[in-house]
């Protein structure tokens, strides 16, 4: 019998070219989660193992009741202050997604299990998204975000400060700096200047 995964990636835009900014809705989205405290580059490699070894756990019970879903794209929040700081004192979040009935997440191995890593259940909330695929290096993606900052803003919308998550597409170690592909996602909001007219009553269609 063919497996029939379920959608974790509603309003997700799968055909999105490289640099082609979008707006779209997306649903709220349950999460595994983990925090990562210091140095990308460094910590995320040990935080990796607890995370998928949750996710997977989750999909093996769904498996077994005949409901298979695919393991999806890693994805993070890293907070706006973190700019302002020093590597070695980011903090971030990673994610997975899993069904949104998920109600508790099961144990995993001992050796899956990493000091001071803690796995939780989280729901990530969406809406209105704008969202652009930057393909190449990381230090690169200004022009990328900016342009799709432009983009959300000329649809009249504004971007939701702190809501920047990124979602990796590709894997940074395993691909040569050009081929790296990250979709950037910023929650929406209607631009302040519009909402305010339209609760004047002074927006209207000619």
Known sequence: MKESPLEMCRGLNYKLK???????????????TVIVK???GKE???????????AYAVRKIYKKAGKV???EKLRAHWPEENIKRPKDQWVGTYALPVPNDVKDLPDIKEEKK????????????YGK???IIHQGPYSEENPTIRKL????????????PDSHEEIYLTDPVKSSPDKIKTRRLFQ??????ILSKMKCGQLYDH
């Open 38 to 40: 210091g140095d990308p």
């Open 149 to 160: 900052h432009d983009y959300v803003q000329s649809q009249g919308y504004e971007i939701v």
């Open 18 to 32: 490289a640099f082609v900014p979008t707006l779209s809705d997306m649903p709220s989205q349950k999460m595994v």
């Open 188 to 193: 929406c909001r209607l631009n302040s200047m």
């Open 69 to 71: 879903f695919k393991v």
């Open 114 to 125: 990493v000091t001071g890593i803690e796995v939780k259940l989280a729901t990530w909330e």
């Open 44 to 54: 995320t490699g040990q935080a990796m193992p607890p995370l998928y070894a949750t």
């Open 129 to 131: 998204v704008g969202q």
